[in-house]
């Protein structure tokens, strides 16, 4: 071998090393996407323990980040989740909750609870079974009052935009 081939070979090595050196950003959003993946992991081991609960999808995510020792409103950003206003943000809610075990009625109860939260709905009283002080709120008894609110036009028509964004990104994954 000759030296010019030793020289070839140390320089296609060093354009190979250069490939594959990754900026500092890159590797910031890959520790940032590994930190996510854990925290969505312990979200779905603590959803095991808390199970349904009848409130806005924002504020179950929070509760149970709590619950678990995390911090619910980062996760909910780096999932780009704000008011749920839009049909991309129900896309992310739906990546979020398939990713920590929610089923989809489950998902589509907490997006309409949030909205009847918003409309000042005493939803917690009303999904419980019987009404105010009866049993523990269940999924059943939360779609069924949700069912007897009557939603003005406007908010059904949105409502129904962004379940069904939320359908189909939870059917996709």
């Given at each position: 071998?000759?030296?010019?081939?030793?020289?070839?070979?140390?320089?296609?090595?060093?354009?190979?090393?250069?490939?594959?050196?990754?900026?500092?950003?890159?590797?910031?959003?890959?520790?940032?996407?590994?930190?996510?993946?854990?925290?969505?992991?312990?979200?779905?081991?603590?959803?095991?323990?808390?199970?349904?609960?009848?409130?806005?999808?924002?504020?179950?995510?929070?509760?149970?980040?709590?619950?678990?020792?995390?911090?619910?409103?980062?996760?909910?950003?780096?999932?780009?989740?704000?008011?749920?206003?839009?049909?991309?943000?129900?896309?992310?809610?739906?990546?979020?909750?398939?990713?920590?075990?929610?089923?989809?009625?489950?998902?589509?109860?907490?997006?309409?609870?949030?909205?009847?939260?918003?409309?000042?709905?005493?939803?917690?009283?009303?999904?419980?079974?019987?009404?105010?002080?009866?049993?523990?709120?269940?999924?059943?008894?939360?779609?069924?009052?949700?069912?007897?609110?009557?939603?003005?036009?406007?908010?059904?028509?949105?409502?129904?935009?962004?379940?069904?964004?939320?359908?189909?990104?939870y059917g996709r994954l």
């Amino acid at each position: 071998m000759t030296q010019k081939d030793d020289l070839s070979k140390v320089e296609g090595l060093q354009e190979v090393l250069e490939i594959l050196r990754v900026s500092s950003d890159f590797e910031a959003r890959c520790g940032r996407a590994a930190a996510v993946a854990w925290q969505v992991r312990q979200l779905r081991k603590g959803r095991t323990e808390t199970g349904f609960r009848a409130t806005g999808f924002r504020k179950y995510v929070e509760v149970l980040a709590r619950a678990v020792g995390l911090d619910g409103g980062a996760l909910l950003e780096w999932f780009g989740i704000g008011d749920l206003g839009n049909a991309q943000e129900s896309r992310q809610a739906a990546r979020l909750a398939r990713g920590i075990g929610l089923s989809l009625p489950e998902l589509l109860a907490h997006l309409r609870i949030e909205f009847a939260e918003r409309r000042n709905e005493p939803v917690a009283a009303l999904c419980r079974s019987g009404g105010p002080g009866g049993q523990p709120e269940s999924l059943e008894s939360c779609e069924a009052a949700l069912a007897r609110i009557a939603w003005d036009m406007e908010t059904a028509a949105l409502l129904r935009r962004l379940e069904m964004a939320a359908a189909a990104e939870y059917g996709r994954l």
